[in-house]
């Protein structure tokens, strides 16, 4: 049996004892998390999620907190006098071992979720904690939880109401425009697309 999950953005087929390496995620080395955004289970008797398979998840053993291999990035900005730079970049990682795949039952286990770094770590099934209301009193009204992005923190999220982002709807219809012109604004470059923001918000718009 195998399972088709999604985190940090990104998708990955796993069976049981597989090593995997993802998007960091806020769990420490010998816990285990359990991810709960399956987009298909295969086997004898496939299931196909529209679009996650209600009820399933996959359960894993963090090994270690790693990064990745350094990749160069390489930016030219037009009309600035020619102006250069390259930078190195090591992406900080999560290295896993999956440990079981679940059918059915996901939020009856009691095993915490597995959630970016810069998000708050959860427990499967468990309701939002109390200190979450007093946050969302200082949002803009009307405001989504952009901190629901992965790799977005309640800084983050200022920094974003602070430009004017205050829904995924907006976030959703961003053009390439749009995401350079962000990336400028907030300083942190890669992440729109590193963490997948555009398509995480399409799939809350649709929620």
Avoid: C
Wanted: positive net charge; charged residues 25%; hydrophobic residues 45%.
């Amino acid at each position: 049996m195998f399972a088709v999950l999604k985190t940090g953005g990104k998708q990955y087929k796993v069976q049981s004892g597989d090593l995997l390496r993802v998007e960091k995620l806020a769990a420490d080395a010998g816990e285990t998390v359990q991810f709960n955004e399956i987009l298909m289970l295969g086997g004898d008797a496939p299931v196909i999620g529209a679009p996650l398979v209600a009820g399933a998840a996959v359960q894993a053993e963090v090994i270690d907190q790693i990064k990745g291999d350094k990749v160069i990035h390489f930016v030219k900005r037009r009309r600035k006098h020619g102006s250069q730079r390259t930078k190195g970049h090591r992406q900080k990682l999560t290295l896993l071992r999956v440990t079981e795949i679940l059918a059915q039952g996901a939020d009856k286990t009691g095993v915490k979720a597995a959630t970016g770094a810069g998000s708050v770590a959860g427990v499967a099934g468990a309701k939002t904690p109390a200190k979450t209301a007093a946050a969302k009193a200082d949002a803009p009204a009307g405001a989504d939880d952009l901190k629901v992005l992965s790799g977005v923190g309640p800084a983050l999220e200022k920094k974003l109401h602070e430009a004017g982002v205050t829904t995924f709807a907006q976030i959703a219809a961003w053009t390439e425009a749009d995401v350079a012109a962000m990336d400028e604004k907030l300083s942190f470059k890669g992440r729109i697309e590193r963490e997948g923001w555009i398509e995480q918000a399409k799939e809350l718009t649709k929620g």
